[in-house]
Structures are given as structure tokens and as C-alpha cells.
């Protein structure tokens, strides 16, 4: 996944939950948890160690999803496979 071209990443995942599973997070419930990372790691999280140099962000969401959301998800089929009930 990319940011788009203002370089907003954290808009560019919300929004990409949003068209994958019709959930709708909230902006301010995403936490950065690399920015949670000791400064002596330098603040990067490198997947394959030694076999690339990409790094990946993590993220959490904080937040609440209503069960009818739930609900109308399960059994959907989703990019990434059928989501779980």
C-alpha cells in the first residue's frame, strides 16, 4: 500500500479498511505503533532481516465497530480471503 500524493499514510489505510470491509475507523483512533519504538532501533521495523531493505508500518486501531457492521461482514469475501465470524 502507498500514501497518497500528499503523503498521507494513515488516511491512505483508513481509507483502504474502509473499501476492503465497508469499516469505517476514525483518524484519530490509529496509533503509530512505530513511533512507540526505542529511538535506538532508529524507529524502523524491517520484516525480512537480511533479506530486503523494506520497511512496513504498524498500526492500531482504537476504537469501537457496531455489531451490525459485524454481522453483514461475516462470510464476505474480502481481498485477503472470507472474513472470520
Known amino acids: ?22 469499516i469505517k475507523l ?19 521495523t524491517l520484516p525480512s532481516p537480511g533479506g530486503c531493505d523494506g520497511e512496513i508500518g504498524l ?6 465497530v457496531d455489531e451490525e457492521t459485524i454481522r453483514l461482514s461475516k462470510g464476505r469475501k474480502q481481498a485477503c480471503g472470507t472474513m472470520a465470524s
Open 1 to 22: 500500500m502507498q500514501d497518497d500524493e500528499n503523503g498521507d499514510f494513515v488516511g491512505t489505510v483508513v481509507r483502504e479498511v474502509e473499501e476492503e470491509t465497508g
Open 26 to 44: 476514525n483518524l484519530e483512533g490509529m496509533v503509530d505503533l512505530i513511533s512507540l519504538l526505542d529511538p535506538a532501533t532508529g524507529c524502523r
Open 59 to 64: 498500526f492500531l486501531y482504537r476504537g469501537h
